[in-house]
């Protein structure tokens, strides 16, 4: 099992889950951050810590195509370990469906 971020997370980016997280596994994208599943020790502390509610064990169904993207992306984007500041409208984009489709951005982030 690993955890992975799911939808809600995509224009929130609260990164309030980076600094809890004891092995550094999270990566950053433009407009959301990911899991690296091979470096996930499956502690769990991130969950709680996010306030979209976007992180998720990988064990529920239908995470799959999550399980990919944060595959994928946590190879490519840069290690974020600080937390940073929230986008502006992190608050109102919280729940809107589909972000995927309608707002993901492949782009790194600028890490640290």
Do not use: Q
Not at 4 to 17: A, E, F, L, Q
């Amino acid at each position: 099992m690993t955890y992975v971020v799911t939808d809600n997370c995509i224009r929130c980016k609260y990164m309030d889950c980076v600094e809890v997280c004891p092995v550094d596994c999270f990566y950053e994208g433009e407009n959301m951050l990911v899991i690296n599943p091979s470096e996930c020790i499956d502690c769990g502390v991130c969950e709680p810590e996010c306030p979209a509610e976007a992180i998720l064990p990988d064990t529920e169904n239908g995470l799959e195509k999550w399980l990919e993207l944060n595959t994928k992306f946590s190879a490519e984007w840069p290690n974020i370990t600080v937390k940073g500041d929230a986008p502006a409208d992190a608050d109102a984009m919280s729940g809107i469906e589909n972000k995927l489709e309608k707002f993901f951005s492949p782009e790194p982030g600028a890490g640290n």
